[in-house]
Every structure is written in C-alpha cells, then in structure tokens.
C-alpha cells in the first residue's frame, strides 16, 4: 500500500525555519520525482518544489526561490523541505507528492499519482 506521511510542520514566527520530511512506503521512491505542494484556505493547491527521481535537478516556484531547500535521501525513502525565512503569506497545508516512474520532475499537480494527508504550518507576524 502506498503511502505519503509528512511530518514536520508547526507553528513558527515570520523569520523562523522549519523542516519538514516526507516518509514514502509501498512503493519505490527512489524511481520517482517527488514534489511539495501546499495550499492555504480558501486558495488552490499550489505548486512548491520538486525534485527529480536522482535528485539532480530541482525546481522552486519564484516565491519561495533562495528560502527553501528540497532534499532527497532515497536509502531513507524521504524527502525534506527546508524552509527559511518565513514569512506570513507560506501559512498553509504542506503536501509532499510522487509522480510517475522515471519521469520528469514537472510542477502541474495534476501530474503526480500519489499525496500525502499533509501538515500544517502556520507563520505568525
């Protein structure tokens, strides 16, 4: 059975660093690229990171460019998002995502097969 499993998240004052990590189990993460997603209320699920199955290549959406770091470790089938500096506005649902096998890492939510329940964080002004 597949599973996501995010862990991490919290509440933090605008400035402060979390870490959040992604425990995958059921499948074989390491062919996969994984992704963050989150979604604060009232708003659509919005893409974060992503990383592809090598951990070669990653891709952050421009809000959170040079605050947050996505990471894989795949002896470990986890993934991590590294948040720095945070701000008010990244208050929302985290999400960690896999997609298909061997393939690109791509922002579309669309394109990614399996979701975690996701954890909450919230940054205070």
């Known amino acids: 059975q597949v599973q996501l499993v995010e862990s991490g998240g919290g509440l933090v004052q605008a400035g402060g660093s979390l870490r959040l990590s992604c425990a995958a189990s059921?499948?074989?993460?390491?062919?996969?690229?994984m992704a963050w997603f989150r979604q604060a209320p009232g708003q659509e699920r919005e893409f974060v990171t992503t990383?592809?199955?090598?951990?070669?290549?990653?891709y952050y959406a421009d809000s959170v460019k040079g605050r947050f770091t996505m990471s894989r470790d795949n002896a470990k089938n986890t993934v991590y998002l590294r948040m720095d500096s945070l701000k008010p506005e990244d208050t929302a649902v985290y999400y960690c995502?896999?997609?298909?096998?061997?393939?690109?890492?791509?922002?579309?939510?669309?394109?990614?097969?399996?979701w975690g329940q996701g954890t909450q964080v919230t940054v205070s002004s």
């Open positions: 995502a896999a997609g298909s096998p061997w393939g690109a890492p791509v922002t579309g939510l669309r394109e990614y097969d399996y």
């Open positions: 059921g499948f074989a993460m390491s062919r996969y690229p």
């Open positions: 990383i592809s199955w090598s951990g070669r290549n990653i």
